[in-house]
């Protein structure tokens, strides 16, 4: 599985912006797909995920009410929505996709948000 992410930027706190993240195999063949990211000096954390099959979403509680992952299966694309940026949302962003034979990563895109 090859995935490939875009829509990173610069945006001002308030903005938002839009990522997503193409894969290189049906959607539906993928247990789940999420956004991850890694601020400096920081771990990677789980943003939010989507399962392929019923569409169940998992957020961290710093993005609830803000973000919204969804998925297009015709299009092989995963979406993240991001309103009301907070610079504390500067960070490198990555799509994971998780299969029964492992997961994978595309590389990331870089979300800044200036105060």
């Known amino acids: 599985v090859q995935l490939q992410a875009f829509g990173g930027g610069l945006v001002q706190a308030g903005g938002c912006l839009r990522l997503s993240c193409v894969a290189s195999v049906p959607i539906f063949t993928i247990n789940a797909m999420g956004w991850y990211r890694q601020a400096p000096g920081k771990q990677r954390e789980l943003v939010a995920s989507i399962t392929s099959g019923g569409g169940g979403t998992v957020y961290a509680d710093s993005v609830k009410g803000r973000f919204t992952i969804s998925r297009d299966n015709g299009k092989k694309m995963v979406y993240l929505q991001m309103n009301s940026l907070e610079p504390e949302d500067t960070a490198v962003y990555y799509c994971?996709?998780?299969?029964?034979?492992?997961?994978?990563w595309g590389q990331g895109t870089l979300v800044t948000v200036s105060s």
């Open positions: 994971k996709a998780e299969q029964n034979s492992g997961y994978y």
